[in-house]
């Protein structure tokens, strides 16, 4: 395809027109329920499950073509089980590395993911192009609309829309949107026209990436190095490449430096690991600073915020694709019940409280990792080896760090018409589910596949069971649920007692209980359902 053509493609490929705009501008006619911006891992999979929410988006993206360098390489086990929870895990999994560990701060011992309560207890090294290439396949299958060389210019806000304002391979047009959601990084155009404030630290360490071919690679998968000169860490990459990343001393400054080069980069190996292992014929070479920033608000009325366009931090640990993803799960459900009239604008407000402080905690963390990674003086390093022996010594150390890290640690605030239940507001494990009926069982995460809102009856059928009152839950005027009436086919310890639970299409618990009435939990039920949006 010419590079100076529209690209627009819809769920059969074909090119799609997307509107009326002639070539010299205009305002499209019909418009979209929600336009999203950026087609990153988080635009695409937010366009994913807005249409899994039936939900009609378009998403525009400046780049005419898929960036081939890939800044992440990490998928985290949280993401896993989301990917999961839409069927579409395996496509990852048969492609991407396992590692069954991860670092914090680059100390020399690992936390242990193999601890972790998940069907997937690793990360899997996947270049971001890739998963990028991925997550487009499924968003275009899905039936999002994704327009390539189109560049967002600002925004015009009415009482019952917003105009995207953009510039395309044929000129400047403006596209009507019931909402439009900025996906598009770090110097995002809709957070500034939006007036969202941004605010947060400036840059005051320079940490640098250079992927190149090694004649002489370390041994092992992966090299780890931390001196009083500076920290790095080397991992292969597909291809024959090996990517450096690391900060040395003279990097902890404001001023940024200049474009980084070959040579450069090899001193600083050199200086660092005593060692450039026949480096040579770079592929890429980057810097990246430590600005630390997050949006004052994820939503400004019909205008709204997900992944580096809401938060900005130092990639230390691979953690920024993920967070993004899970915005994007969170964000997703809600706005296509919105649109689709099925739940109030008021649900949009939750977006914020529940994410806003997820990124918060976000930037806390790698705060702290970037401390750690440039903790170069004698006492820095023996704080290092002091946190490197509890993580290796202390199991629920490590676990607990994994588990924020991983993204499973993370709850939401149950919602005050709910009644409160410790699993309320906490991520939901693939449950082992006993078939209904006594047909074969299933994991909670294939129910979740639908994008829908799941109620668990795991009371055997005391209740009435699946011919009983539960079907007529589910078939009264509730627009999206799935109910499963079968107890726990394997037990789980933190679900022990639980007869009944809500659980969201982000895979989240919204209501649960214990009551062991049947009556009284039937009605607790009815109530539930009631009080949470879906």
Known sequence: MDMGMRRDVGMSGDADSGGDADAGGGVESGGEQVVVVGAGPVGLWLAAELRLGGASVTVLETREERNPHSKALTVHPRTLEILASRGVAEAFLAEGGRIPSGHFGGLTDRMDFGALDTPYPFTLALPQARTEELLEEYALSAGARIRRGHRVTGLLRQRDSV????????????????????????????RDAAGIGFPGTDDTTWGWLGDVVLD??????????????????????????????????????????????????????????????????????????????????????????????????????????????????????KLAAVVAGGAPGSLLDSYHDERHPVGADLLESTRAQTALMTAFTPEGQALRAVLSALIATRPEFSRDLAERVSGLAVAYPPAPSVPGHALTGRRAPDLALAGGDGGPGTGLFALLRNGRHVLLDLTGGSTGGSTGEWDRLAAAPVRRLTVHSAPLSAPHPDWSGVRAALIRPDGHVAWASAEPDDEALLGAVREALAAVPH
């Open 216 to 333: 002489s690679p370390p041994e092992g998968p992966g090299l780890n190095v931390s001196t009083t000169e500076g920290g790095l860490m080397a991992v292969p990459l597909p291809g024959g490449i090996h990517r450096f990343v690391g900060i040395a001393r003279d990097d902890v400054r404001a001023e940024p430096p200049g474009a980084l080069t070959l040579e450069e980069l090899r001193a600083k190996v050199v200086r660092i690991a005593g060692d450039d292992f026949g480096m040579r014929d770079p592929v890429w070479l980057s810097r990246f600073g430590n600005a630390t920033r997050q949006a004052a608000r994820y939503r400004s009325g019909r205008v709204l915020l997900a992944g580096d366009a809401a938060h900005m931090h130092f990639p230390t640990g691979g953690v920024g694709l993920n967070v993004g993803v899970q915005d994007a799960t969170n964000l997703g459900w």
């Open 163 to 190: 105009s995207v304002r953009a510039e395309g391979p044929e000129g400047p047009y403006e596209l009507r949107a019931a909402y439009v959601v900025g996906c598009d990084g770090t110097r995002s155009v809709v």
